[in-house]
């Protein structure tokens, strides 16, 4: 198993250094094809007549293609010395961005992208929501935080539940797996339920083993705010990734109100693999 094309989204008119240098180490590490995408939506303007409604749209669609080019010029600037083959694809979308990128993923096996907004007002013409790509894509996604320096994978951490998503998201990472240094499977519980979650994770570990990765298992005892204790757990560890299955719960409580999904996806400590 290996990640034979990354898709690498961009936000265009913005920074995406972070997410750059992410893909650009990846396509290295897996030899992979890789394919940058970027979508903006037109302006919406009321029709009030006359000319300089129609400026405005001329004016906002050069500035489209102003940002759109420039994205495509730092994606191809990022990558030439990775040698990976390169493919550039972008719209100008009449639809959420999300349904455009998230269609074009099915090119390939591993989404790349910056942090998401949140419920915060932005400016939707030009940004990805992300957790409606994270829902949408059938594919697994990274999340790079912002200024992240690079990837690091001599730790990963496994934010481990015995749910579906989880469950996905460690078979979409095994790739990853296997190219860390070590990997720690991390399961916090009720006080009840450690001596339970322990003998889950031996299961986990054994199947691990089979595909040649060698974990740590670590149940631990929940403090309350569980997001919390798994980036806590990850800085100590000094991870380079969080691997999770994205909204376990409820999904709209779980965002509106927070929870580990919230937290992997807004306000990342390290990258988050995550998948659904």
Not at 122 to 151: C, E, Q, W, Y
Not at 211 to 218: K, R, S
Not at 253 to 259: D, N
């Amino acid at each position: 198993m290996t990640y034979s094309t990354l898709l690498v989204h961009l936000d265009a008119g913005s920074a995406n250094d972070s997410v750059l240098r992410v893909a650009a180490t990846l396509a290295v590490r897996f030899k992979a094809k890789v394919i940058g995408i970027a979508a903006s939506q037109p302006m919406p303007i009321m029709y009030a007549g006359g000319e300089m409604c129609g400026d405005l749209i001329d004016m906002d669609l050069a500035e489209i293609v102003k940002e759109t080019t420039e994205a495509e010029t730092s994606f191809r600037t990022a990558l030439r010395e990775s040698g990976a083959e390169l493919e550039w694809r972008s719209a100008i979308a009449n639809e959420q961005l999300a349904d455009y990128v998230t269609r074009e993923a099915r090119a390939a096996d591993l989404v790349i992208t910056g942090p998401d907004q949140g419920w915060s007002a932005f400016d939707t013409t030009r940004r990805v929501v992300v957790s409606t790509m994270v829902l949408k894509a059938g594919r697994p996604v990274m999340v790079v935080p912002h200024g992240a320096p690079n990837i690091s994978l001599e730790s990963v951490v496994v934010a481990w539940k015995d749910t579906r998503e989880a469950r996905r998201a460690i078979v979409d990472a095994l790739p990853l797996l296997k190219q860390a240094s070590r990997v720690f499977v991390l399961e916090i519980t009720s006080a009840d339920d450690v001596d339970a979650a322990r003998h889950r994770l031996v299961d986990v570990a054994g199947w691990l083993d089979r595909h040649g990765i060698v974990c740590d298992n670590i149940a631990a005892t929940s403090a309350g705010n569980d997001a919390a204790q798994i980036a806590a757990f990850a800085l100590d560890k000094a991870a380079g990734v969080i691997v999770a299955g994205a909204f376990g719960h409820n999904r709209l409580r779980e965002w509106v109100l927070g929870g580990v999904t919230r937290d992997l996806l807004v306000h990342p400590v390290c990258c988050s693999f995550v998948s659904c």
